[in-house]
């Protein structure tokens, strides 16, 4: 395993949920941390918890500008780049025949398409210090949940793309591994509208029931797989 010391990490979606508990634990670990969103107080926020490892930098994943600043303030900040944390998504739900193809096209630019891009951006410095890719897939994509087919195929391509960038980029000395977690309480689901925060934790409660453990999962424990597969030297296409 690789020291966590010192790795220079970029992590997007930093402002809330999954990507700010990642930060957090990153950062406080050692790790100089990278985070990116498009709110600048909820990035803030996050740095403050964070500590002096944490930098953030405010930019759109679905701008390619916006991408190329991303890498290199985290190169900046960090002296190079060892790992990538495609975090950042959208949400969409609705039944088949009321979708909007534009919102639809939205939705894959910013879960797919800019996961793939800043990977791309992010492949010249990852390979210089055999650099790791996680990926943060979706339980959207092992139960089928009815309404969420745009959602859910956003997150199964993700699960794809990281098998394919596994065998790609392997020879490199890049890892590229995804994360899918179960039930976890976040903003996303709020923030794009489909519930309330009181319906939301109506809505956890019963998916806890659900689980094997009876509880749904907290931010805090995908950071720590987060860190496991930024760290594994020879785990990858998972």
């Known amino acids: 395993m690789r020291a966590i010391t010192g ?15 990642t930060a957090i634990h990153l950062a406080q670990a050692g790790a100089r941390v990278t985070i990116s969103g498009r ?30 600043r991303m890498v290199e303030a985290a190169v900046q900040h960090g002296g190079g780049l060892q790992g990538l944390v495609n975090n950042a998504a959208n949400m969409l739900r609705g039944p ?17 398409v800019a996961a793939m891009m800043l990977t791309g951006l992010a492949v010249p410095h990852l390979e210089r210090d055999g650099g790791s890719v996680v990926m943060v897939g979706s339980v959207h994509t092992k139960r089928a949940y009815p309404g969420a087919s745009p959602y859910a ?15 790609e980029l392997g020879a490199r000395g ?11 309480p976040t903003e ?3 923030r794009a509208g489909l519930f309330t925060a009181e319906e939301s934790a109506q809505r956890f409660a019963a998916l806890a029931r659900e689980h094997a453990l009876q509880r749904v999962g907290r931010p805090e424990e995908i ?3 987060m860190e496991h597969l930024l760290r594994a030297p020879w785990t990858t296409g998972g």
């Open 7 to 21: 790795l220079s990490v970029l992590v997007t979606g930093g402002g809330s949920g999954i990507g700010a508990a």
């Open 39 to 68: 709110r600048a107080e909820a990035l803030q926020a996050v740095v403050a918890q964070a500590g002096a490892n944490c930098h953030w930098v405010a930019g759109d994943v679905t701008v390619a500008a916006d991408r190329t």
């Open 96 to 112: 088949i025949t009321a979708l909007d193809e534009e919102a639809v096209v939205d939705l894959f630019r910013s879960n797919v």
């Open 153 to 167: 195929a956003s997150k199964g391509a993700i699960e794809v793309l990281t098998r394919v960038l596994a065998a």
């Open 174 to 184: 890049i890892t590229v591994n995804c994360i899918v977690p179960g039930a976890v």
């Open 188 to 190: 996303l689901n709020i």
């Open 223 to 225: 950071a720590e797989a």
